[in-house]
């Protein structure tokens, strides 16, 4: 399977078979979702209609989780194999899920507002969030400021790794720590402490943000292996000029 | 959903707020895609003059 996911060929033709599937189900999961989550759900008898915010915040908080945790695979993968690919399937991932995390820390932001009387708390949950954008952040860096891009990948690499114990801690802070964020409502032992009206809306989001995901990903591993194609071209032309030149 | 009440105005602020991000990645990575298929249709095209 991994041996199989190594050859850039056959893997790109199935992602581009997939890619309008995807597209089009995202399109049809975020219009069902957006109705259902604004229109549709009813207001929480707590928070009111400001529970609304859950509909993007949560999709974009469980995605910026899910893609970190990816990356990390896809770059213990690359150290174990030795494959370039899963290198770049890392790269081509990091920014949907740093968008997600800036997506989850300013709507995050929005809903505490209303809900806290603040925008921001230095607690638990909110500042390992944090550390997750400014982990992505690092990794991003790290892959595009080296010249050699070889370099740049295996440091990112790094980074993607040993940040992932921030994953785990992001997911327990609020049952290891007392914080003013909510406890899970949905992944957690016991069964979701979510209405089905609230649950459903949020699931169809939830899919909606990851289809979205996987379109953005196929594109960007398709535009990394493209880049890779015309710097193989150049590389072989400054060869030929070489050995012109030395003839 | 009650458009009255008060908090309506952060439910439109978030959600413009997480639709104008995922906007802009897809704009990028659709544009970063285009410049670098142009690339290589570039190198192909030299490459069949020569």
Redesign the interface.
């Known amino acids: 399977m991994v041996s199989h996911l190594s050859h850039p060929k056959p893997l790109l033709r199935m992602a581009e078979i997939l890619l309008p599937w995807a597209a089009a189900t995202s399109f049809i999961f975020m219009g069902a979702g957006?109705l259902w989550g604004?229109?549709l759900s009813p207001?929480d008898y707590q928070q009111?209609?400001?529970v609304?915010?859950m509909y993007?915040?949560v999709p974009?908080s469980w995605g910026a989780l899910c893609v970190y945790t990816a990356m990390a695979i896809l770059s213990g993968l690359a150290f174990v194999t030795r494959a370039p690919l899963f290198h770049l399937m890392a790269k081509s991932i990091a920014?949907?899920g740093m968008?997600f995390a800036?997506?989850s820390l300013?709507?995050g932001a929005?809903?505490g507002?209303?809900t806290w009387g603040t925008w921001w708390v230095w607690d638990a949950r909110l500042t390992s969030m944090l550390l997750l954008f400014i982990l992505y952040l690092g990794y991003w860096m790290l892959v595009s400021m080296f010249e050699e891009e070889e370099r740049g990948l295996s440091a990112g690499a790094v980074i993607a790794l040993v940040g992932w114990v921030n994953v785990p801690i992001i997911k327990w802070s609020v049952d290891w720590w007392y914080t003013l964020h909510q406890p899970a409502s949905v992944l957690r032992f016991a069964k979701p402490a979510i209405h089905w009206t609230m649950l459903m809306p949020l699931l169809c989001m939830a899919m909606a943000f990851a289809l979205?995901g996987l379109?953005?990903a196929i594109?960007?591993f398709?535009?990394e292996l493209?880049?890779r194609?015309?710097r193989a071209?150049?590389i072989r032309d400054w060869i030929v000029q070489q050995e012109k030149e030395a003839a | 959903m009650d458009f009255s009440s008060q908090h309506v105005l952060y439910i439109i602020g978030a959600f413009i707020l997480a639709g104008g991000v995922l906007t802009i990645l897809l704009l990028w990575t659709l544009r970063a895609d285009r410049k670098a298929q142009i690339d290589l249709e570039k190198w192909a095209s030299d490459e069949a003059e020569a």
Request: charged share 20%.
């Open positions: 957006l604004l229109i207001a009111g209609e400001s609304r915010i993007v915040h974009a920014p949907i968008a800036f997506i300013g709507t929005i809903w507002k209303p979205y379109v953005v594109i960007r398709r535009t493209t880049k194609k015309v071209f150049q």
